[in-house]
Every structure is written in structure tokens, then in C-alpha cells.
């Protein structure tokens, strides 16, 4: 006898994939919309630490920026060489873990540092993201799937100062940071369960 219980889209497949563009630009969504969200937030964090030096405050945003960058091509190098879907789904969780710790941070110390691995985090999403995203398609189809992975991440830097400003005035500068929460609570063990492992052999 078949198994008989309810199976779960395949990503690969073209029921899939509609699935796996999903997940794969809502990691790009929250790890672009953390480039911009904080910006809005930095006059009220630094009323919060006023002690706090606003040079070494700023690197609430740089520490963010600086580490994304620089870790970038060095997580895809490492998503190829360990899985993609483990390297997405584990950016995400330390994505998530350190968005928590940013909003529950008590000094600008503590804060900084759970920016820094928000970034590491954001780092591994991004890349692992879209090579998750490119072989469930066609070549002929694979611009529009990148096309929407695309609009996606430029949606949430560009939404990212008025979303932010909208969570501020409702609930303070913590917000900013607790909205990625759900967000990867929910994405997470369904990236684990949908999408597809994928490596390079090479």
C-alpha cells in the first residue's frame, strides 16, 4: 500500500514554485527592510542611551550595513558548499533570534552587538535566498522569478522608513526590530519542510 497522508508541495515542482518564491523573497524582504527600518528609529533610540556617545551610537546603523556587506559573497560561497536550504533557514533563526535581542537590548552596547549578528544573519538569507530560487526554474523563466525576488527586497528598503515610523509612533523604537519576529517564526520551519536541499558538488 501507498502511502496515503497529505503531502506538502513540492518545490520543485512546478506546484512548487510559487511556494519557494514565497519563502525565498520574504528572507529578502526582512533582510533588506532592516537596511532602512532603523534609520527612522535612531532619534528615539538614542533619547533611550543618552549616555551614549552618538558616534558610537550611529554604529546601531553602520555595524548593520558594514557586516551585510561584507559577508555577502562569502555566505553564497558557503551556502554552496553546505546547502542552501540549511544556510536560509539558519540565517533566518539568527536573523530572528537577534531581532528579539535588539528590541530587549538594554544598553547601546547590547544593541549593536545583536545588530551585528542581525547582519550575519541577513547575510546568509540573501544569497542562499536567490540560489535556492534559480534552479526550480527554466532558464527562460528564471528572469521573472528573479524579477519578483528583486521588486521584493527594493519594496521593503523602500517601505522600510514609513513602516518604521508607523510602528514607532504606535509601540516605540523596539518595534522596529520585534516585526521581524513572526516573521521568522513562521518562515522558518517552513523553509525547512518545503523547500528542496541544493548544493554544488564542484
Sequence with gaps: LGDTAPRMPNPTSRAGRPVAIALTSLGAFVAFLDVTIVNIAFPDIARSFQGTDIADLSWVLNAYNVVFAALLVVAGRIADLVGRRRLYAGGLALFTLASAWCAAAGSAEELIAARVLQAVGAAAVV?????????????????????VWTATAAVASGVGPSLGGALIDAWGWRAVFLVNVPLGVVAVPLAVRLLAEQRETG
Design 127 to 147: 544569497p542562499a535566498s536567490l540560489a535556492l530560487l534559480l534552479p526550480l526554474f527554466p532558464a527562460g523563466r528564471r528572469v521573472a522569478a528573479v524579477a
